[in-house]
């Protein structure tokens, strides 16, 4: 008979696989996890698991490598609409939406498929919204030091649409504002406008 996790020295514990932790989690719901269906759920969550949450192994350097440029251009750039996924790290439930991002150059530019990787890279980690946008205007800033980032992400939390109070039309708008978004209400104006063009839902 298989030991369960309650039977094994803490000790031992470092030596379980991760596959033997996912197996006695299904225990512990009250599954069979040796039942047909089940029999290869703990690899497929491994696998699953070390998919979702590959930012940890993300690097911004590697992600960014040769796609800075220097420009002589000063007006703002825009990438809007990224689809991005994360798990909320107090449920580890999935969150899911868009996000708008714009930064004013200061002699440089990221390349633009750049833009939706460095999204990636913090949000496929354990996240909260407010801390995954604050991790994106950041990035960017330490990247190219622009005259200004912000940062709008749109998103529905599912453990707020499978659980709790089980709103399903519920959404959650978080922002960051860096540089000349933050101190020009023109310049953050003009942003919120572009990105409120052609049904964005905030």
């Not at 094994?8 to 269906?37: C, F, K, M, N």
């Not at 496929?124 to 709008?152: K, M, N, S, Y």
């Not at 749109?154 to 959404?171: F, N, P, Y």
């Amino acid at each position: 008979m298989a030991r369960t996790l309650a039977t094994i020295e803490p000790a031992l514990l470092d030596t379980v696989s991760t596959q033997d932790l996912y197996r006695e989690l299904l225990l512990r719901i009250g599954e069979d996890p040796t039942r047909d269906g089940l029999l290869r759920t703990p690899e497929r969550m491994e696998k699953s698991m070390a998919f979702l949450t590959r930012g940890y192994t993300m690097n911004i350097t590697d992600v960014l490598h040769e796609a800075l440029f220097d420009v002589d251009y000063d007006e703002m750039v825009i990438v809007k609409d990224i689809e991005f996924f994360s798990q909320c790290e107090h449920h580890l439930l999935p969150f899911f939406g868009k996000a708008h991002i714009a930064y004013v150059p200061n002699g440089k530019v990221i390349g633009l498929s750049k833009i939706p990787r460095l999204v990636d890279v913090f949000a496929r980690r354990l996240q909260v919204q407010e801390r995954l946008t604050r991790q994106i205007g950041e990035a960017i800033t330490d990247a190219i030091h622009p005259q200004g980032v912000a940062v709008i992400l749109e998103a529905q939390h599912l453990c707020m649409m499978m659980r709790g109070v089980e709103k399903q039309h519920s959404s959650t708008v978080t922002s960051a504002m860096l540089g000349v978004f933050k101190t020009q209400l023109q310049t953050r104006n003009e942003f919120l406008s572009l990105v409120r063009r052609q049904g964005s839902g905030f």
